[in-house]
């Protein structure tokens, strides 16, 4: 299921949109201002964010900056009720990949939403692996009995694959989010067409320091 997180103030309009979207089969979440909206986002990141421009203490646009200097890849559609001119340039310089004055109109509105959607899984992998890059203890790992600190630690996870067996797939983490959903979807693609896990096959664990365990495994790649 798709996710898309709604940030306005305008209780009867996001009432509204909230009604189409999880009857469309969206799973749905709103925030009344941007600093609402951006702890969300950043406790669970969505496939899309809806935004107004104005609303009390982080407005749409401050937000928007936010989100594409944290998650640049992230799909961003704008709203509006204000029609004037200075609102008209900037909803039309911002960066987003869609801009809607209200009243929406919604056949218009839902079609850009379902072509703006990207993979859930996708998206999660992408936060916990930006959070763990962003911690220096959690790139420790033990190699020949020395703790080293990598540059850059991988995601790796089991997929489906095309004989309903699982096979591992792994991505190599990039910050630019619209490059690392490229490479996902390369490598799941790839990992559902090639052979699953054999039954004698051995499975190393991540070397995470134990003081320092996770829930997330990491297969880590020493730099080139």
């Known amino acids: 299921m798709k996710s898309i997180l709604v940030i306005d ?13 999880e009857r469309e089969g969206y799973r749905v979440s709103v925030a009344e ?18 935004t107004d421009i104005f609303m009390p203490e982080k407005e749409g646009l401050e937000t928007i900056r936010e989100l594409r200097r944290e998650f640049p890849g992230i799909k ?12 008209r340039r900037q909803m039309e310089a911002a960066d987003v990949d869609a801009y809607y004055y209200k009243p929406v109109e919604m056949t218009d509105f839902l ?45 790796s996870f089991t997929v489906l694959a095309e004989d309903e067996l ?23 693609a790839a990992s559902k067409r090639s052979a ?3 039954a004698d096959a051995t499975i190393r664990p991540s070397c995470t320091p134990t003081a320092l ?12």
């Open 33 to 50: 201002n941007g600093k609402q909206g951006m702890r969300l986002f950043r406790q669970e990141p969505v496939d899309l964010v809806i």
């Open 111 to 155: 079609a850009a939403i379902k072509k703006s959607g990207v993979s859930v899984t996708i998206g999660i992998v992408y936060a916990i692996s930006r959070a763990a890059n962003s911690v220096p203890e959690l790139r420790l790992r033990i190699r020949g009995g020395d703790v080293i600190e990598h540059e850059l630690v991988h995601p």
């Open 196 to 198: 699953a896990i054999s």
């Open 76 to 87: 961003i559609i704008l709203i509006t009720g204000m029609t004037d001119s200075k609102t």
């Open 9 to 21: 103030d305008e209780e009867q309009l996001v009432k509204m949109v909230c009604t189409m979207l």
């Open 166 to 188: 699982f096979s591992f797939c792994m991505i190599d983490y990039c910050e630019d989010f619209g490059r690392f959903t490229e490479l996902a979807r390369e490598r799941i």
């Open 213 to 224: 365990s996770t829930n997330y495994a990491i297969t880590t790649r020493a730099p080139a």
